[in-house]
């Protein structure tokens, strides 16, 4: 977890340091602990998608997050046919809107405990504060928390969680 922490305050620092200059896959692509959602990005030809001007909120996997998965999900999702699929899974993880971590927390509090997010993929997912932490919720129950928020590009913010979300 420390080293984690490291990494998601290191990838903070370098955003921080390049402004708004990038946008939210430019921030992607600058993190060693992203090349997996990189890559799914690309094979989903959502590049483009996600440096139009938005804006965007992206929940980004973190590499370990995708460690979690069933061994082989990944390089299955990266298979031209199942583009579809990888497209709705990675679109779960955008909303439409600039919600930086004021604006989910404050969503939170005013729905007492809890606030629906709809993802691009038209997708739910569930807000909440769990150990002083936001916690996401998907359709079947799993949870991801956000440990680097506020990740501030041209065209959005990107919040790093510690798990894949997966639509219905």
């Known amino acids: 977890m420390k080293k984690l922490f490291i990494i998601a305050l290191a990838f903070a620092a370098t955003s921080a340091a390049f402004g708004q200059s990038k946008d939210v896959v430019d921030i992607a692509i600058g993190s060693k602990d992203h090349t997996t959602l990189v890559a799914a990005v690309k094979a989903a030809d959502l590049v483009t998608t996600l ?18 998965l069933p061994v082989g999900t990944v390089a299955n999702l990266l298979k031209p046919e199942n583009k579809a699929q990888l497209v709705k899974i990675l679109t779960y993880h955008v909303v439409s809107g600039n919600l930086d971590a ?59 969680i510690d798990s894949v979300v997966l639509p219905k």
Not at 51 to 68: E, L, Y
Not at 134 to 154: C, I, M, P, Q, R
């Open 51 to 68: 440096k139009s001007k938005g804006p965007f909120t992206v929940f980004a996997p973190t590499n370990a997050a995708f460690d979690k």
């Open 102 to 160: 004021a604006a989910v927390t404050a969503a939170i509090k005013a729905g007492n405990g809890k606030a629906v997010l709809t993802t691009v993929s038209g997708g739910k997912l569930t807000g909440s504060i769990e150990g002083g932490k936001v916690k996401l919720t998907d359709e079947s129950g799993n949870s991801a928390f956000v440990v680097a928020a506020d990740l501030k590009g041209s065209n959005g913010v990107v919040h790093v």
